[in-house]
């Protein structure tokens, strides 16, 4: 049915920056709200950023001014720019998708469609 896909995470030195892509398929592909969580070892998923389909945004107070999300010319495609990155932004990054508002669009729990998730590395 849905498929998302993240790619560009690796290994980076603090302070560098990293950018993050996502893109979702399918037939029946409807988003209203797309974004970013992480999670690291031995810590709950966190939200990272969001977007919906007419572009507002919004942001983790962690990653805040550092991070900026932003869509292509589809809908289904969400890319995450990091920079002034730290040790503590090291964790998988995974791409989610919904396709109705409703609930907390900063809960892992309200978002249907999830990708496998990409390693970022934030060395010292």
């Known amino acids: 049915q849905v498929q998302l896909v993240e790619s560009g995470g690796g290994l980076v030195q603090a302070g560098g920056s990293l950018t993050l892509s996502c893109v979702a398929s399918?037939?029946?592909?409807?988003?209203?709200?797309m974004a970013w969580f992480r999670q690291a070892p031995g810590k709950e998923r966190e939200f990272v950023a969001a977007?919906?389909?007419?572009?507002?945004?919004d942001y983790g107070n962690s990653v805040k001014g550092r991070f900026t999300i932003s869509g292509a010319n589809a809908k289904n495609t969400v890319s995450l720019q990091m920079n002034s990155l730290q040790p503590e932004d090291t964790a998988v990054y995974y791409c989610?998708?919904?396709?109705?508002?409703?609930?907390?669009?900063?809960?892992?729990?309200?978002?249907?469609?999830w990708g496998q998730g990409t390693q970022v590395t934030v060395s010292s």
């Open positions: 977007i919906t389909w007419t572009g507002s945004t």
């Open positions: 989610a998708s919904r396709t109705e508002f409703g609930l907390d669009h900063r809960t892992a729990y309200s978002y249907e469609y």
């Open positions: 399918g037939r029946t592909f409807s988003s209203a709200q």
